[in-house]
């Protein structure tokens, strides 16, 4: 689903709320193709019976090489989709009042709810489908049509609707059933000049218990997670955990499969709900000593406390934010209001108005975030390579990830700029080969050995 109002759309768009991932997408996949790579070059030599030795791989020449014109031709795609999405939703959200749709709304909400709750609630959920159904044709096209046309796809179109329809009924349940939204909206209402202070204020509750609930709630809603079954990997997983001095008893495998081919891993949660999260696909593809380097990569999440990071960074953030929302939409006001009919922002008429700044706002805040997780995926890279040491296999696994799920290797600066919340795979490949300090006699910079 788009567009969520109030905290968990700036959460969201800012590209730092909870989810799966925040903060600690995992730093290596592997390739479906992984099995052509092995130790072939040393093939010939084995064949003619002699022992001369293999020549070292350029990964980066196989990157280069597995960035195909057609991976290339969905790149681009995708690059264009990620500028022109938000950009036709902000668009969707401010015809809603041009058009006088979003004052209907209203005046169903007004005659059918009695109280503050109950008319939020029906005006959000009108709302919400209306930019459901408008929005419907590019969710469609970005989401199913083109991850099926170059063959991630795994779902049929009536389990994919089926998750389209589960989500947009979580995001009415989250924000409207739940009274976030009814308490904002008496923020907005009975501070017309301060509403922005509470709203960012809120701001830190609302993460702290989405990013509790959200392994708990959230994603067993859509995927079945199970604890890791390969007991051998687990006590690999646990050995490694226990130098990270890691609680890594919580490590699940999530069937995937059953969306896509694509390959990933994650840590979500803190405290009882933390956990680390494998997909399947992802365990069918990988070696394990590639896995164990992904396992390293996110116990370095842990470590170094970037959910704790990426929680203060959206608290503190959201201030700006919501006082940029405030300014912008009273400017909007001014200048369309009295066409509109609408003219204080109390007027539930002005929720689209509100969300579409708030997401402007959000995507133009977009390249600060980027900063700051590209910064920590690269500190959780460093902690990986200083608790495996096994630079190889974080290679191997940086260039699964390119090979496997059509990766650009080395963007245009501007594409990393503006949209990519890790650093360029090339990038990645290059340190994970570079990157040895203790056969230098330096210490590590992240990770301690207890």
């Given at each position: ?128 489908l209306a930019m459901f159904v408008i929005l419907f044709p590019l969710t469609w096209y970005e989401s199913y ?284 490949i290059r340190f994970a080969l570079d990157y040895r300090p203790w056969e230098k006699g330096e210490p590590n ?6």
């Open positions: 689903m788009r567009r969520v109002f109030v905290m968990w759309v700036v959460l969201c768009s800012l590209g730092l709320c909870p989810r799966p991932g925040l903060a600690s997408s995992v730093a290596a996949t592997a390739a479906a193709e992984r099995a052509t790579l092995g130790d072939s070059a040393a093939a010939p030599a084995e064949a003619l019976g002699t022992s001369a030795p293999a020549a070292p791989r350029d990964y980066m020449a196989e990157a280069r090489a597995a960035f195909t014109p057609e991976n290339r031709e969905y790149q681009r795609a995708r690059v264009m989709l990620h500028i022109v999405s938000p950009l036709l939703g902000i668009l969707v959200g401010v015809l809603l009042l041009f058009t006088g749709l979003a004052q209907r709304m209203r005046d169903i909400a007004l005659a059918g709810g009695r109280g503050l709750w109950s008319r939020v609630l029906v005006f959000f959920t009108l709302y919400s049509f083109l991850e099926a046309r170059f063959g991630f796809m795994t779902q049929s179109f009536g389990a994919w609707f089926a998750d389209q329809l589960k989500a947009m009924a979580f995001q009415v349940v989250a924000v409207g059933v739940v009274p976030l939204l009814a308490l904002a909206w008496r923020a907005i209402e009975t501070s017309p000049k301060r509403w922005w202070v509470w709203l960012a204020a809120g701001t830190l509750p609302v993460v702290l218990v989405s990013t509790l609930l959200q392994p708990l709630v959230f994603d067993p809603l859509f995927n079945k997670f199970t604890p890791l079954r390969d007991e051998q990997l687990r006590q690999e997983i646990l050995a490694l955990g226990a130098r990270a001095n890691v609680p890594a008893r919580n490590v699940y495998e999530v069937d995937m499969s059953s969306r896509t081919t694509k390959v990933n891993a994650y840590v979500s949660g803190f405290g009882t709900s933390q956990r680390i999260v494998l997909w399947d696909t992802t365990l069918e593809a990988m070696k394990q000593d590639e896995i164990l380097f992904v396992m390293g990569h996110e116990m370095g999440h842990y470590v170094l406390k970037h959910i704790w990071k990426g929680v203060l960074a959206v608290s503190l953030g959201s201030f700006v934010a919501f006082w940029l929302v405030a300014k912008l939409s009273q400017g909007a006001l001014r200048l369309w209001g009295a066409r509109w009919g609408v003219t204080e922002l109390a007027d539930l008429a002005a929720m689209p108005l509100l969300v579409a700044v708030l997401s402007l706002v959000s995507l133009l805040g977009l390249p600060f975030s980027n900063v700051v997780s590209r910064q920590m995926e690269h500190e959780s890279d460093i902690y990986a390579l200083e608790i495996t040491r096994d630079n190889d296999a974080g290679a191997r696994a940086f260039l699964g990830l390119a090979r496997g799920n059509r990766s650009d290797p080395e963007p245009a600066g501007w594409v990393k700029w503006l949209l990519y919340t890790h650093p360029p795979l090339g990038e990645r910079r992240l990770y301690r050995a207890k």
